[in-house]
Nanobody, 111 residues
């Protein structure tokens, strides 16, 4: 059974940082391309970043230079380091693999 469990969200002031984690199980994590996606209030799902099994990473334009995706294959864990956060980054963040998503973690950027 595929399981994806996100954590690390919270309330942060503009300009602050958060590090999200996604613990994965039930599939061959080290061979799997992983995504981060997010959903802001009242909006659809938005792609944020993809990291391949070979650690090739791509980012949506609005987060380039501020977000860093990484993975630890020994721990079956995906990370998203988010710096210089903006109010428009407020959303529920999900990790995604092979069509599956976790329950998400809420990120709120507000003063």
């Amino acid at each position: 059974e595929v399981q994806l469990v996100e954590s690390g969200g919270g309330l942060v002031q503009p300009g602050g940082s958060l590090r999200l984690s996604c613990a994965a199980s039930g599939f061959p994590f080290k061979f799997t391309t992983m995504d981060w996606v997010r959903q802001a209030p009242g909006k659809g799902l938005e792609w944020v970043s993809t990291i391949t099994s070979r650690n090739i990473v791509t980012y949506e334009d609005s987060v380039k230079g501020r977000f860093t995706a990484s993975r630890d294959n020994a721990k079956n864990t995906l990370y998203l380091q988010m710096d210089s956060l903006k109010p428009e980054d407020t959303a529920v963040y999900y990790c995604r693999a092979s069509g599956f998503r976790g329950q998400g973690t809420q990120v709120t950027v507000s003063s």
